[in-house]
């Protein structure tokens, strides 16, 4: 259903200004205005046109009777209704002759007043509920058409006062005419602002003329938003762990709404181990306007702990993000422990070469012979022996063959450890 008067705010964080919906009135369900008023001398029961709404578009051919005579008459095809329109071709409001209705044609057409079988009049359709706008700038917008004529066209009202009086709009247009495909109009007026009770009014106005055309005056989505500014704001996503090692590097990612100026510049920063951040240290940054992820690193130097956290500030405009939400630990940085050696036998099972390790730590990564990534768990029926090194080491575990398929471990010093 397309008819709604909307209360609850909709904000949109994608840009510094989002709008939000007061009022959206599409005319399928119960609307939201009351048609064929009395307001601006509106004819309230006429016996020429009236305001309807409906779904009808089709065109078609009937009789009116002036002076006692039947003159035929052919009503054309409402035009269609764009994408742009909530539900085209749907339900509408429009302005219909009386005599079109009679002969069972029901889409936007109107009789033209000649002071002979019609007679001038005006026609006034109005919101039957008040916005509250507040400070913000105001816009209302609606899709129309009217081809009508010099005499016979639309118009735009608002009232601050519940509709108890009218003020006609002139800008930027003061007549709704000549045009017969559907076209979407806005509106923004400073008076349209700090209003409690703010409401609108479509007219039609029939004079008394020799030339005019369908279709008559037609209304669909009215809107009316508001312009409000979005604060910049920064999340810190979440990390891909919650335990890191002293000395190592990790990928911060950050989610950025709001609008972030030329130059700046986002900046990880992680609290103390109590998730405190009233001297933060700075661990990355990245120079952008938008979201992304920050390559950083623990200090060495910081303290083993379990309660840190990580979150994102801005530079341009200086902006404090949340932080991850989680505690992370922070252990001691990579130990690969004292010398030893140690013989495995071939097709014995999986070892984990850091047991082998006294003193070494389970921080770091492995590299395989040649350089590439190892688990630090050696299967003595496949792997192939040589080098394996933890990251950063001390000391190096070496695989190689011992009468069958073994492993064993010797000293290095740390200036031939790979990093």
């Known amino acids: ?8 705010t909709l904000i949109a964080f994608c840009t510094s200004q989002a ?15 009351t048609l064929n008023t009395a307001d601006q001398g509106g004819a309230t029961s006429s016996p020429d046109n009236t305001w309807l709404i409906n779904n009808a578009y089709g065109g078609g051919a009937g009789t009116v009777v002036c002076l006692g005579f039947p003159f035929g008459f052919t009503v054309p095809a409402t035009p269609a209704q764009p994408g ?4 085209a071709n749907g339900n509408y409001m429009h302005i219909t002759s009386v005599a079109a209705q009679n002969s069972g044609v029901f889409s936007c057409c109107f009789l033209a007043a000649d002071g002979l079988c019609a007679n001038a009049a005006s026609h006034f359709a109005r919101m039957s509920t008040d916005v509250a706008t507040g400070s913000s700038n105001i816009t209302l917008s609606f899709w129309w058409i009217c081809a009508g004529g010099a005499s016979n066209y639309g118009e735009v009202y608002y009232s601050t006062n519940s509709g108890s009086s009218w003020n ?9 005419r000549n045009q017969s495909s559907w076209v979407q109009q806005s509106i923004s007026l400073p008076a349209f602002s700090n209003q ?8 039609f106005v029939n004079g008394t003329t020799v030339s005019a055309a369908d279709p008559a005056f037609a209304i669909d989505d009215v809107r009316i938003t508001a312009d409000v500014a979005v604060p910049n704001t920064i999340a810190t996503d979440a990390l891909a762990s919650t335990s890191y090692c002293q000395g190592v590097q990790l990928s911060v990612p950050y989610t950025a709404a709001g609008t972030f100026t030329a130059g700046n510049v986002f900046t990880a920063e992680l609290s103390d181990a109590n998730g405190s951040f009233a001297a933060p240290t700075a661990i990355g940054s990245l120079s952008s306007t938008t979201s992304g992820a920050i390559t950083c690193t623990i200090p060495v130097a910081a303290s083993v702990g379990s309660g840190y956290r990580i979150r994102v500030v801005s530079s341009a405009p ?8 989680v505690n992370i630990t922070i252990t001691s940085a990579p130990v690969a422990g004292p010398d030893g050696n140690v013989a495995l036998c071939k097709n014995t099972g999986v070892y984990d070469l850091l047991n082998y390790m006294t003193g070494a730590s389970t921080c770091g990564t492995w590299t395989a012979p040649g350089g590439s990534p190892f688990s630090g768990l050696l299967n003595t029926a496949s792997d192939q022996g040589g080098v394996r090194t933890p990251t950063p080491p001390i000391a190096r575990a070496v695989a190689r063959r011992i009468k069958q398929r073994s492993l064993s471990r010797s000293s290095t010093r740390p200036t031939q450890a790979t990093m």
């Open 168 to 176: 006609l709009i002139t800008t930027p247009i003061s007549q709704y």
């Open 1 to 8: 259903m397309r008819a709604t008067l909307i209360l609850a």
């Open 19 to 33: 709008q939000t919906v007061l009022f959206n009135e599409t005319f399928d369900g119960t609307p939201a205005f």
């Open 196 to 203: 409690a009770t703010l409401r609108f009014g479509f007219r």
């Open 84 to 87: 742009g329109i909530t539900n």
């Open 318 to 325: 200086p902006t404090t993000g949340s932080d991850n939400g």
